[in-house]
């Protein structure tokens, strides 16, 4: 004798058919979601080309490839704040580029660091020994560096903001833990790890790891030894696996810590068409007295 199939009740035939338009309407968003992304990716390189810094320093010192100087053109008036922009592993590439130029569009005096060329440069080693004797040098060569940029621009009297992206990132709150700077008022972080260090590895590249080797720090431990007056902006790409490091940072950053999402946007930073806004938003925040 064969089985007979039980009727299923209208409601039942109803809830599935809407069970299908609702996963039908989640695949065509997701995939509109998808062909969005894929289109600004796409389309920023051709609508922000590489913003190449045109600026010749008039200190023979500062004519090197590891410094570019962006400040406002035309119209715009005197720059108000001056930046300090790090770059990441890599150097002080295309995206770093254009997000200075942008900064300096809207009347800001950017600095972009390609930070690469002295971190490389450093001792190597993994004793404590060898971490203090990376620490000494590269504070004293980043401190000179801010002094004469400062010099250069006729900065010498405007606030401060430290930005700094990717491996960057975590040397905006190191670097004002270790350094007196006349005129910091905030760092703002995009993208950083748990943790950083003054070396530049394997896994640095590949955003894997946490460095653990003597000198090496954690960024939200760094956050909170900051002064209660400084501002500290902690920006994170929508799609970046990294952003586990972010609940730590912003606790210990407390009421003086903003924290932006930017849509669109994963570890690269590479659609600065949408992350510009939210870089431009965090250092006018920063920029303000506490």
């Known amino acids: 004798m064969g089985q007979t199939r039980s009727a299923r009740s209208p409601s039942d035939t109803a809830a599935s058919r809407w069970s299908k338009r609702v996963a039908i309407l989640v695949g065509v968003l997701a995939g ?14 051709m609508l922000l080309p590489p913003a190449h810094s045109d600026y010749v320093p008039r200190d023979p010192a500062l004519r090197s490839r590891s410094l570019y100087f962006y400040v406002p053109h035309g119209t715009e008036p005197r720059a108000r704040v001056l930046v300090f922009f790090f770059g990441n592993d890599v150097g002080f590439w295309a995206a770093h580029q254009q997000l200075a130029a942008d900064l300096a569009s809207h009347g800001y005096d950017v600095v972009g660091y390609d930070v690469k060329p002295l971190i490389d440069s450093l001792p190597r080693g993994g004793t404590v020994a060898a971490a203090a004797q990376r620490e000494a040098i590269f504070t004293t060569r980043l401190a000179d560096l801010i002094r004469a940029s400062r010099r250069e621009l006729g900065a010498d009297t405007l606030p401060l903001v430290l930005v700094g992206h990717s491996f960057g990132a975590e ?55 900051l002064p209660r007056s400084m501002r500290i902006a902690l920006l994170r790409g929508g799609h970046d696996r990294l952003a586990r490091a972010d609940s730590a940072i912003i606790g210990a950053g407390g009421s003086r810590l903003r924290y932006w999402v930017i849509p669109l946007a994963g570890h690269s930073l590479r659609n600065v068409l949408v992350a510009r806004y939210a870089v431009r938003d965090a250092v006018a925040w920063a920029a303000r007295p506490f």
């Open 171 to 225: 040397l905006p709150a190191w670097t004002a833990s270790q350094l007196s700077l006349p005129r910091l008022r905030g760092v703002v972080a995009i993208a950083p790890a748990p943790r950083g260090h003054l070396a530049i590895t394997a896994a640095d590249l590949a955003n894997i790891g946490d460095p653990r080797e003597p000198g090496s720090f954690s960024v939200a431990a760094t956050v909170a030894t």
């Open 32 to 45: 509109g979601a998808l062909a969005v992304y894929v289109a600004v990716t796409a389309l920023t390189p």
